[in-house]
């Protein structure tokens, strides 16, 4: 459950009146990113396998798999927040 000051918080950075309607938003499009950064990351893998020695593919690789670990756990964030807040009744 949000506390006192972490809900007084949140209010005080989010000053729109349908905050679990924005989390859900953010959830959908964090999530769409994540599904989108992973398909990169295998398509960029099975170029890396067919051509192991290019430091170039293996950078964009890296960069790819960074990318969807950071969009996957903004979703999560986001999915626990929205969570909380309806816990709260905030809809």
């Not at 999530?31 to 398509?43: C, Y």
């Not at 593919?57 to 986001?78: P, Y």
């Amino acid at each position: 459950m949000m506390g006192g000051y972490t809900l007084r918080s949140y209010r005080r950075m989010h000053k729109f009146e349908h905050a679990a309607d924005v989390e859900r938003g953010k959830v959908s499009q964090d999530t769409n990113a994540s599904i989108k950064a992973a398909k990169k990351r295998e398509r960029l893998s099975e170029r890396l396998l067919a051509d192991p020695l290019n430091d170039e593919l293996l950078e964009q690789f890296e960069e790819a798999e960074h990318h969807a670990e950071r969009t996957r756990r903004g979703a999560k964030t986001h999915k626990e927040r929205l969570k909380k807040l309806e816990r709260e009744g905030l809809e």
